[in-house]
């Protein structure tokens, strides 16, 4: 991820590949063909909110499926690491093109949270769905691309770039810019040349204008579960619950929805958290 702006103060540029975090997170959540270009694309488009609008806070992007509760969930945080999850329902299923929503989520200091919900078009993707978002909630006009690039069910390569036009802007820059972005190649093709960076991009969206890169950070994919914070959770349990677990004998196995790793706390240990409660 590099993130720039302009000497002049019209455009602040975000540019970033997301190529392995997405790969990893497609594993984790078994998706595959159309399913996982939208967690790609969601993934993506999340992480270029929180670098831009929201750099220390944790973002999160939800798409909601356009007919049942079924959803794709982004978690993007301040320190690079993403994850993501799909939630399905029973007999549910993910349509995620017209009439679906996205959500983004800011999760501020002290756990309250800044949302803003948009409609999905299937033609306008991801990409045009942030920028509803950011203009309509925050008031903020910007220019996103957002790509996975699938060859069949295997991620190849993803990745994008988000264009906030700052208030020092004058009508000029808009003007340029504007042409700029009309010529510019679309996102999955500029990807597919592994010669297209973070830099390359910026230097490419902001050719002849003087800018200072301001900021840069490695992404990777990373879950955020452990067994302590297990551990915290089953404390909140009700002591009946944990009582009648305990009475069933068996070590309780909890898997993660994000990354699957599964977590064995013995009886011993249940009776251990019994005792603290
Ligand atoms: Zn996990």
Do not use: N
Request: proline share 4%; glycine share 10%.
């Amino acid at each position: 991820m590099v993130r720039a702006i302009t000497d002049d103060g019209s455009f602040r540029v975000v540019a970033l590949r997301t190529t392995e975090t997405v790969r990893a997170i497609a594993a984790a959540q078994r998706v595959k063909g159309e399913e996982a270009r939208w967690l790609g694309e969601l993934v993506t488009g999340t992480i270029l909110v929180r670098e831009t609008m929201a750099p220390d806070l944790r973002v999160q992007g939800v798409l909601q499926s356009a007919t049942s509760r079924d959803a794709l969930i982004a978690d993007s945080h301040p320190d690079g690491g993403a994850r993501a999850l799909v939630q399905r329902t029973r007999g549910g299923s993910l349509v995620l093109g017209d009439g679906a929503a996205l959500q983004i989520t800011r999760t501020l200091p002290r756990g309250s949270a800044h949302k803003g919900v948009v409609q999905v078009t299937g033609a306008g993707g991801v990409s045009a769905s942030l920028m509803a978002y950011l203009q309509e909630s925050e008031q903020v006009a910007s220019a996103i691309a957002v790509a996975t690039v699938m060859d069949g069910d295997a991620v190849v390569a993803a990745g994008g770039y988000l264009v906030q036009l700052l208030p020092e802007l004058g009508e000029g820059q808009l003007a340029v810019m504007t042409a700029r972005l009309e010529d510019f190649p679309p996102m999955a093709t500029l990807l597919r040349d592994d010669a297209t960076t973070p830099e390359s991009l910026l230097a490419e969206l902001l050719y002849l204008m003087p800018y200072a890169v301001v900021g840069s950070g490695a992404l990777r994919y990373q879950c955020r579960c452990d067994t302590q914070r297990l551990r915290a959770t089953l404390g909140t349990l009700p002591p009946k619950e944990l009582e009648s677990l305990i009475a069933e004998g068996k070590d309780l196995e909890i898997e993660c929805d994000y990354c699957h790793v599964e977590y064995r706390f013995p009886v011993s240990e249940l009776r251990a958290i019994l005792a603290v409660d």
